[in-house]
């Protein structure tokens, strides 16, 4: 048994439709816009880190020495 609707009622309910799926629409362009941002920044940063690292290494051989120095005093008191 079928009920029928009046149809405004129908109307209404298509209008719904269109509307939730205008919204869907909507929401999927902005996730897709922050997905792309997303890796824009994530490749920036990688660039970034590997600028940090190339200046760090380049100081490398003070930092090295003064760890190194470090080291071998801390294996000197653990030794006493």
């Given at each position: 048994m079928k009920i029928l609707l009046p149809s405004s009622q129908r109307h209404e309910?298509?209008?719904a439709s269109?509307?939730?799926l205008?919204?869907?629409?909507?929401?999927l362009i902005y996730v897709s816009i922050?997905?792309?941002a997303i890796l824009c920044l994530e490749n920036e940063v990688k660039?970034?880190?590997k600028q940090h690292i190339k200046r760090l290494n380049?100081?490398?051989?003070?930092?090295?020495a003064t760890?190194?120095?470090?080291?071998?005093?801390?294996?000197?008191?653990?030794?006493r």
């Open positions: 309910q298509g209008m269109v509307i939730v205008a919204f869907l629409s909507i929401l922050n997905a792309r660039l970034v880190e380049a100081r490398s051989g003070v930092t090295n760890t190194a120095a470090i080291a071998e005093t801390s294996q000197q008191a653990d030794a």
